[in-house]
């Protein structure tokens, strides 16, 4: 599947086959592709929780305006958005840095920089480090889904759920925001699947003023 039927097949599917389960191994394929996803500065301040037993999808679900989706899928994701990803000290912040050392793309004398610029690109407000988060979570997020489809997996990302209630239920720390729920499974055959949605026309997406 090439990449033009991927984002043209690619749906946000509401009926998920109940019988068909998601391999571990193909639902970690497929975050590992998405983990190709660029990000401000590399910093990927992406983690997911990932639902497979029933009761916790329940859980989630009840929180989630009840949407079955979610307990039928046979795995349910909750993304989240590390709004501390860019600071000084954190330990992805700094894995991140010394990867670029060894790397030979930045020096060590130049780690002060680097905490600087993370800091005035992204956490000099909490407009930012929102903005921050939830932005690099969306890429990655997008690529979930589109690495889920070229392995034959359906999604459906969902906006619609008690933020603070899944925070608490699921012991969520407060450095981190919820962009989105994704199901992910097999649509389920036989159910029937709306028509594509309208799209911007490129004459439509491009402004000037």
Not at 43 to 52: A, D, E, F, H, Y
Not at 62 to 82: G, R, Y
Not at 141 to 148: E, F, G, N, T, V
Not at 155 to 165: A, K, L, Q, R, Y
């Amino acid at each position: 599947m090439d990449f033009k039927e991927v984002i043209t097949q690619r749906r946000a599917v509401n009926f998920f086959d109940t019988e068909k389960d998601v391999s571990e191994s193909l639902l970690r394929e497929a975050i590992e592709l998405a983990a190709k996803t660029p990000s401000g500065f590399n910093l990927q301040p992406w983690s997911l929780i990932i639902l497979k037993d029933k009761e916790e999808k329940m859980k989630l679900q009840k929180l989630a305006w009840n949407q079955p989706k979610i307990s039928e899928a046979p795995a349910t994701l909750i993304l989240l958005a590390d709004r501390q990803g860019w600071k000084a000290g954190h330990p992805f912040v700094e894995r991140n840095f010394n990867e670029m050392v060894n790397a030979g793309a930045m020096k060590p004398e130049q780690h002060q920089w680097f905490a600087d610029t993370c800091a005035a690109l992204y956490g000099s407000s909490e407009d930012k480090q929102q903005a921050f988060a939830c932005k690099n979570a969306g890429f990655f997020a997008m690529s979930l889904m589109l690495a889920a489809k070229s392995l034959g997996l359906d999604t459906h990302p969902m906006d619609g759920f008690d933020h603070e209630g899944v925070r608490k239920a699921f012991r969520v720390p407060e450095n981190y925001w919820i962009p989105l729920l994704m199901a992910v499974g097999y649509f389920r055959k036989g159910a029937e699947l709306s028509p594509p949605k309208w799209r911007k026309s490129f004459d439509e997406i491009v402004v000037k003023f």
